[in-house]
């Protein structure tokens, strides 16, 4: 996705290059009948085509709002996303009894870690139609890579990972029931967010909404040249060739807002959230670890003369 980055012009113009380049023939064609050969003898008065103009910028407008709409909800719910993935690692730290600060205890927190980025990016990979456990098969082990290669829906799969964990970690007494509603309620905010975009990734902008904005201004392009010809001559080349491009622009740029999960520059940047994502877990895991270990080497003075050693775990 490009951000804040200059978009070459050749990229902007490259998508219309198809509807520019028939604009340019059938304006200079127009203009040759017309000049040398007097074949065009309708003059059509040039109320009509800016009636059509005013009728053609309100339909994109209409459009254009609406697809922004698509691309900010579809950033909204990515946000959701991030703010639902902290908050469920912080739950799952704090509310594990742990006063030993076991190995086993940071492994399960370590491991709710990177099984939630796995999500994040298993998520990202579904909506662009990518394959899903490519991204993530180092951040699952063997038992819940296989686990998840089994299910069609794989971001689906890890939630029930999550809630097995869960569910284990109450029977063992390590949370108690009221923690598992909570973690349990976060769970399913994460499931709502998945939902919402699938929603949108599968709900099609209507086909016969952009069908008639096309054969409508494709209308005032044919028109217009019968109106202007007598006021700009050949002038009306780069004229009608300008005013085509900027409504043909408009018209991309709602085409692709309207689909914020097609890989497209425009797109909602969710392999980048999800970099995001996975570094904030993983330094939410290691900086609870590190200040456990900092408690008990205060706590214990017969231990300072041991150095902590980076990704070392201390059962004490």
Not at 74 to 99: C, H, K, M
Not at 114 to 119: D, E
Not at 188 to 214: A, Q, V, W
Request: with cysteine.
């Amino acid at each position: 996705m490009l951000l804040r980055k200059r978009i070459p012009l050749q990229y902007t113009l490259g998508k219309i290059r198809l509807e520019l380049a028939l604009v340019i023939v059938y304006t200079i064609g127009f203009e040759i009948i017309h000049h040398f050969y007097h074949a065009v003898s309708i003059n059509i008065p040039i109320a009509v085509p800016a009636i059509i103009g005013t009728i053609i910028s309100l339909l994109l407008a209409f459009k254009s709002n609406q697809a922004y709409d698509r691309w900010w909800e579809a950033r909204t719910i990515w946000g959701a996303i991030v703010n639902d993935s902290r908050t469920l690692l912080r739950q799952v730290i704090t509310f594990y009894e742990d006063p030993d600060f076991s190995v086993e205890a940071n492994n399960f927190k370590e491991r709710f870690a990177k099984r939630q980025a796995a999500w994040c990016y298993a998520l990202a990979q579904a909506l662009r139609g990518k394959d899903p456990v490519k991204p993530i098969k180092s951040l699952l082990s063997e038992k819940e890579l296989r686990f998840v290669e089994n299910h069609k829906h794989v971001p689906n799969a890890i939630l029930m990972l999550h809630a097995k964990e869960i569910k284990k970690a109450k029977e063992n007494k390590k949370i108690n029931v009221y923690q598992q509603v909570e973690i349990d309620n976060t769970l399913t905010r994460l499931c709502d967010s998945m939902g919402k975009c699938e929603r949108i990734k599968n709900t099609i902008f209507p086909t016969t909404y952009s069908m008639y904005i096309r054969f409508t201004l494709f209308l005032f392009i044919l028109l217009l040249p019968f109106g202007l010809t007598d006021y700009l001559g050949w002038i009306q080349i780069p004229v009608i060739a300008t005013i085509g491009a900027a409504c043909f622009l408009i018209e991309k740029m709602a085409i692709h807002l309207q689909d914020p999960f097609e890989g497209k520059p425009t797109d909602t940047p969710m392999v980048s959230i999800s970099n995001n994502i996975e570094k904030n877990l993983m330094q939410m895991v290691h900086e609870y670890r590190n200040e456990f270990e900092e408690e008990k080497f205060a706590h214990n003075p017969t231990l300072h003369h041991i150095q902590p050693v980076k990704n070392a775990y201390f059962v004490l």
